[in-house]
């Protein structure tokens, strides 16, 4: 537990510390309003789900925070200082580990050589490459560590993304659609993998896949027309008919 | 990963020596110290393009920035050591100056194209303009497109009595360019120059990673330019002129060709292809049958349509197709292949 | 008063000639997203054409408008047919080849005429305004430039052709979903395009004396006016065409030529540097 009461002397000590808050949060493209007024908490080590029919504004809302894009208004703490405008080099310094929706990756590098470069941000030469080596042994990429990234196959490319995502040791981890387009045993790989993230660091995930977002069971944010609609745990949401009408009845 | 020098650095260096020293038995040295200046020229471009990915349609334009600068400051100091000094030092600060411009307003590809493009033809227009006597800088008159002659060249430092001519200039460039060869060597397997490849391979990955990538390129650009910027020195020394037809149009085209030839993502690829095409050029001009702007024309339309990755990368493949027990995995993106040595890391 | 006439005139002209000067460029841009770096050759070999033709004893407007345009359009088919329809969708690598083939162009004007200026006399005469000389031929310029952008503005606004094209420029999916044949659309475009280069430099060969590398002057300019223009064809090639036009005669008027070349090439990286996109990504959005 960290001692969020030396920063904020109401809060009650024991309160797990707020480590990303947005005021108001407004994204307007021209007369769109993509983003709209979103007030949103994250405690430190907590899992969250951003889910939503498409268009609902999660992944705006998403790339304001990690600074793709700025926002119209409103603004955006990391751990009690304002990020809000901030470009993505400088969020990620601060030590929030970025997957975007489209992998991102560095398609004529190697895995080990993609991997070393998001260590080297924060570690030296030969302690990235000792962190780098690790990270590819847990998430089982030995036998790949040489190949081009360009040559793998989907699945292996989103895990790789997730290991250079991880190995800076992120205290933020934001991931956009994690789990699209990868087959149930890798879905289930991927899931474990975000278990295991949340003992060192929050977790937001936008995604779609309701079974997915079932087996990492977590509180769920539902968006709507850029608005937050609720907030609550998994099943509480499932259950809500207003979330069923807006996004789940469509979808079924 | 381990130690930043490999053996095939050893074997490069002998082999360069070996080279530099019976190529005079084949080409004259006044021939070969151009091909070597090329040479230079197209390593500071294939440097920043091939390993950088940052598309300079105006290299020419530090690579005269470098020449003017040298024989403005030697006409007017009188020896050659401080005017070389600020031919790498002039088109570095330039470049930094334009590059931050160009990468802090985020332009990239044909944008970046474009206005690279543009100021080297600002520059060529400007010189080209400055005939009368009120241009000049200290002692040194512009002298419009009649060029700048007659200034100091190259003498032993220290010494303005001794020059450097002839035979010893094609040595002095030959082994300055070994040194900037190893320089890029270096710089590439450092973690700026991995980086760098990283930015070619996803800009916004590399940032996404923490790495501020303006500055990144920023950096790169200033060094390739002011590796131009000697290249240019060199050869306001060989030439013992200078006019503003180094900024031209044609000068920056065949900076470019040689680097497609030769192979981007290499290092050895612009060299050989500057050198080549540049001592293709000298045959061809020895002929009046056909003009060697034809075939400069269609070595390129030919390269871009069939071998697009140039000529060392397709050399290297093959090789390795024949040697290798394992087959060749081939990239699916174009003009993203490296030499291994330049970036294998494990 | 007089003054005042002649230099409103003089801005006209800039103005009229830069369009002329990229209209070619823009329509093959605007379409295509090609870059063609041998658009000033294009415009090169549309003013040699004219100018042989004359010698040949040609009426010179026959030449001009006729023979010039169609001379480099099929050229221009050529070189779409052999090189540029494999290098659709990769952009560097179009303007990489382009600037090969305008290389070439180069040698191969260089091998028939030679390395010296050709040129033939201005088909209309200068009139004087007070005390003023003005050359006749300004006003055939900007004529001819309002001529095109009216026509052009038509044969998108009005024809089925027109409706394909900008259904094109929106997007080429849409387009070949539809049923148009893309390929078809582009090789046409090209055409259309080399041709009204042709044009252009046909108009331009009386003014100057022409030399094989004659079009690396044009190419910049029209480069520039295309690229800060932006993505609308028309009013990208307008605005481009107004910003730099004007700043040229204006600092040409007060200081020299070349100045007022420099001035518009350092107005260029401004503009670029400022609106990476073009004038016309954040002004007059969504406009032919």
């Known amino acids: 537990m960290a001692v969020g009461g030396a920063r904020d002397p109401e809060a009650q000590p024991i309160m797990p510390e707020t480590v990303l808050e947005t005021v108001g949060l407004t994204m307007r493209f021209g007369g769109v309003v993509a983003s709209d007024n979103v007030h949103f908490k994250l405690k430190e080590r907590e899992l969250r789900c951003l889910i939503g029919p498409n268009g609902a504004g999660k992944s705006t809302f998403f790339k304001c925070i990690s600074g793709l894009h700025k926002p119209t208004e409103g603004h955006v703490f990391m751990q009690g200082t304002e990020t809000t405008g901030w470009l993505p080099h400088q969020i990620a310094s601060l030590g929030v580990g970025i997957k975007t929706q489209n992998p991102n990756v560095l398609n004529g590098l190697s895995v080990f050589e993609n991997i070393w470069m998001a260590a080297r941000r924060f570690y030296p030469n030969e302690e990235a490459s000792d962190r780098a080596t690790d990270i590819i042994d847990k998430l089982a990429l030995s036998y790949i560590a040489k190949a081009e990234l360009g040559q793998l196959a989907h699945g292996e490319r989103q895990r790789v993304e997730l290991g250079l995502v991880v190995v800076g040791n992120p205290w933020l981890v934001l991931l956009d659609e994690p789990a699209a387009g990868m087959s149930s045993a890798d879905v289930e790989h991927m899931s474990r993998i975000i278990d295991d993230m949340t003992r060192t660091a929050a977790v937001i995930v936008v995604e779609h896949d309701m079974q997915f977002i079932r087996s990492i069971a977590s509180t769920v944010t539902v968006f709507y027309q850029g608005a937050v609609l609720m907030e609550d745990h998994v099943d509480g949401v499932m259950s809500d008919p207003t979330v069923r009408n807006v996004y789940l009845g469509k979808k079924a | 990963m381990i130690g930043l020098w490999k053996k095939q650095d050893l074997l490069a260096f002998i082999i360069a020596l070996i080279g530099i020293w019976l190529l005079p038995t084949m080409i004259s040295t006044y021939t070969l110290t151009i091909l070597v200046i090329y040479g230079m020229l197209g390593l500071s471009l294939g440097l920043i393009w091939g390993f950088g990915g940052i598309l300079c349609f105006g290299q020419a334009a530090f690579f005269g920035l470098g020449a003017y600068t040298y024989a403005i400051a030697a006409i007017n100091i009188g020896e050659s050591t401080v005017p070389m000094l600020l031919a790498i030092l002039v088109p570095g600060v330039f470049a930094t100056l334009f590059g931050a411009m160009m990468f802090y307003g985020h332009l990239t590809d044909v944008y970046l194209g474009v206005i690279t493009l543009v100021v080297t033809l600002i520059l060529f227009k400007f010189i080209n303009s400055t005939a009368g006597p009120q241009y000049a800088i200290g002692h040194a008159r512009l002298g419009g497109f009649n060029g700048i002659p007659g200034f100091h060249t190259l003498n032993v430092p220290g010494r303005t009595d001794i020059f450097i001519w002839g035979d010893t200039l094609y040595y002095v460039c030959a082994l300055a360019l070994l040194v900037v060869f190893f320089f890029v060597t270096w710089l590439l397997r450092t973690s700026f120059g991995r980086i760098a490849i990283g930015i070619r391979e996803n800009e916004t990955r590399i940032s996404l990673m923490g790495y501020d990538v303006r500055a990144r390129k920023t950096i790169l650009f200033a060094i390739g330019a002011a590796i131009a910027g000697l290249a240019g020195a060199l050869f306001a020394n060989w030439g013992e002129i200078v006019t503003p037809g180094l900024f031209s149009l044609q000068q920056n085209a065949e900076v470019i060709i040689w680097c497609i030839v030769g192979g981007l993502g290499t290092r050895f690829g612009p060299i050989i292809g500057a050198a080549g095409l540049a001592y293709l050029k000298f045959l061809l001009g020895q002929q009046t049958l056909i003009d060697n702007a034809i075939i400069m024309g269609l070595i390129l339309v030919i390269f871009v349509l069939f071998l697009p990755k140039g000529l060392v990368p397709a050399t290297t493949s093959l090789w390795q197709s024949i040697y290798d027990r394992w087959p060749v995995r081939r990239s699916g993106s174009r003009r993203r292949t490296r030499s291994r040595s330049a970036t294998h890391h494990a | 008063m007089d003054l005042f006439f002649v230099i409103f005139v003089e801005i006209l002209y800039g103005i009229a000639s830069l369009a002329l000067i990229s209209i070619g460029l823009a329509v093959v841009f605007g379409m295509m997203k090609v870059i063609n770096l041998a658009h000033g050759e294009f415009m090169m070999l549309g003013g040699y054409a004219t100018i042989t033709a004359v010698n040949l004893g040609i009426n010179v407007f026959v030449a001009m408008l006729i023979i010039a345009p169609l001379l480099v359009g099929v050229i221009g088919l050529l070189v779409e047919r052999l090189v540029i329809r494999h290098l659709y969708g990769r952009l560097v690598d179009t303007m990489l080849a382009t600037w090969g083939l305008s290389l070439f162009f180069i040698g191969i004007v260089t091998m028939i005429f030679g390395n010296t200026t050709t040129s033939i006399t201005t088909p209309i005469r200068g009139f004087a305004v007070g ?99 932006g993505p609308s064809l028309i009013i990208g090639l307008l605005s481009g065409a107004t910003a730099f036009g004007a700043i040229n005669q204006i600092v040409t008027f007060t200081s020299s030529a070349v100045l007022g070349e420099v001035a518009i090439l350092v107005a260029a990286v401004i503009i670029l540097r400022l609106i990476p996109k073009g004038i016309t990504s954040r002004f007059f959005k969504g406009k032919m």
């Open chain 3, 131 to 229: 005390n003023y000389q003005i050359n006749g031929y300004n006003f055939f310029i900007i004529f001819m430039a309002c001529l095109l952008l009216i026509a052009i503005y038509a044969v998108l606004k009005i024809t089925r052709l027109g409706l394909i094209a900008r259904g094109t420029m929106q997007s080429a999916d849409i387009a070949a979903s539809l049923g148009y044949n893309s390929d078809h659309i582009y090789m046409v475009t090209f055409f259309c395009g080399a041709s009204l280069t042709g044009l252009a430099g046909a108009i331009f060969a009386p003014l100057v004396g022409l030399v094989p590398t004659s079009g690396s002057a044009y190419m910049a300019e029209a480069f520039i006016t295309v690229v800060a223009g």
